[in-house]
Nanobody, 124 residues
Framework: QVQLVESGGGLVQPGGSLRLSCAGS????????MGWFRQASGKEREFVAA????????FYADSVKGRFTISRDNAENTVYLHMYSLKPEDTAVYYC?????????????????WGQGTQVTVSS
């Protein structure tokens, strides 16, 4: 069983930066691949980024590639999403998720545990 808690969301101006954190519980956290998803108002949840169990492999949606960076600190049971050059279209609730597989996954169905989400609003 894994419990996930996101933090770090907020209001930021276009072009600004934010760092989201996802704190996980459980001794097996470091063996799970992790992902970030987001859901904008009125839209379906979409994949943002994923990282494998040891951080050696990452994958990004085209819409955030080059602007977002996913990383993890297994000693702290934490995954991060560094977001740069933010755009109004990045506004959404951001969720972190864990999958019991050790390899990267991009499909929602691959993930068994989800956080409660944190709101990111990009607006001037």
């Amino acid at each position: 069983q894994v419990q996930l808690v996101e933090s770090g969301g907020g209001l930021v101006q276009p072009g600004g930066s934010l760092r989201l954190s996802c704190a996980g519980s459980g001794r097996t956290f470091s063996t799970y691949a992790m992902g970030w998803f987001r859901q904008a108002s009125g839209k379906e949840r979409e994949f943002v980024a994923a990282i494998n169990w040891n951080g050696a492999s990452t994958f990004y949606a085209d819409s955030v590639k080059g602007r977002f960076t996913i990383s993890r600190d297994n000693a702290e049971n934490t995954v991060y999403l560094h977001m740069y050059s933010l755009k109004p279209e990045d506004t959404a609730v951001y969720y972190c998720a864990a999958t019991p597989t050790s390899s990267i996954a991009t499909r929602e169905a691959s993930y068994g545990w989800w956080g409660q989400g944190t709101q990111v609003t990009v607006s001037s």
